[in-house]
């Protein structure tokens, strides 16, 4: 199990962006996609976007596309997530999460998971 960590969850208001980072060990999990999904209070969790790592190619839900985005610093060992425009429906807990399986959204195929941020948007 490789631990990842996320950072950057706070309370902002409706509008305002934000950026969550994932940090993870190097040389553990290079050869995997890595993605962001999060769960509302109440709900299932959600695939919320990916990177392959293939072609560093990334995918979005549909309820975040053309605000978030995502990108993954190699020499850092840095997955982050950059959100902007949030909504309150964005409100969530965000989990980093890595797959062995590249071009995935299925929850099932990622191994690798951290224990979450917390974002929260007031309208």
């Known amino acids: 199990q490789v631990q990842l960590v996320e950072s950057g969850g706070r309370l902002v208001q409706a509008g305002a962006s934000l950026r969550l980072t994932c940090r993870y060990p190097?040389?553990?999990?290079?050869?995997?996609?890595m993605a962001w999904f999060r769960q509302a209070p109440g709900k299932s969790r959600e695939f919320v976007a990916y990177?392959?790592?293939?072609?560093?190619?990334?995918h979005f839900a549909d309820s975040v596309k053309g605000r978030f985005n995502i990108f993954r610093d190699w020499n850092r060992n840095i997955l982050s997530l950059q959100m902007d425009n949030l909504k309150p429906d964005d409100t969530a807990v965000y989990y980093c999460a890595s797959s062995p399986t590249d071009y995935t959204t299925a929850i099932t195929d990622y191994k690798n998971w951290g224990r979450g941020t917390q974002v929260t948007v007031s309208s």
């Open positions: 190097a040389r553990t999990i290079d050869d995997q996609a």
């Open positions: 990177l392959s790592w293939v072609g560093n190619t990334p």
